[in-house]
Nanobody, 120 residues
Framework: QVQVVESGGGLVQHGGSLTLSCVTS????????IGWFRQAPGKEREGVGC????????NYVGSVRGRLTISRDNAKNTVYLQMNSLKPEDTAVYYC?????????????WGQGTQVTVSS
């Protein structure tokens, strides 16, 4: 059973930092790209960034580039989202996504999300 579980959210002041974790199970993390998404109140879910399986290359949406960093520890089945210089507009529920394209586990897997609130 594939699972992704996010944690680490909370309340932080403008300019502060948080690190989110995404713990995965039921599949081999090494072989898959993992994405981070967020959904603010009244808005659609948007992609924040992702980290590739093959070379750990990362990509970010422009609004977070330079402030957010995605990393992975395959031995711990965990992907991290380090968030620095947080702004009130970063307030959202943050989700981890594993999209498995082939095989018996093929599917799109989401966690329950973790709330990040940035006060002004």
């Amino acid at each position: 059973q594939v699972q992704v579980v996010e944690s680490g959210g909370g309340l932080v002041q403008h300019g502060g930092s948080l690190t989110l974790s995404c713990v995965t199970s039921g599949f081999t993390l090494d072989y898959h790209t993992i994405g981070w998404f967020r959904q603010a109140p009244g808005k659609e879910r948007e992609g924040v960034g992702c980290i590739s399986s093959s070379d750990n290359r990362t990509n970010y949406v422009g609004s977070v580039r330079g402030r957010l960093t995605i990393s992975r520890d395959n031995a711990k089945n965990t992907v991290y989202l380090q968030m620095n210089s947080l702004k009130p507009e970063d307030t959202a529920v943050y989700y981890c996504n594993a999209s498995i394209g082939v095989g018996l586990l093929m599917g799109d897997y989401w966690g329950q999300g973790t709330q990040v609130t940035v006060s002004s």
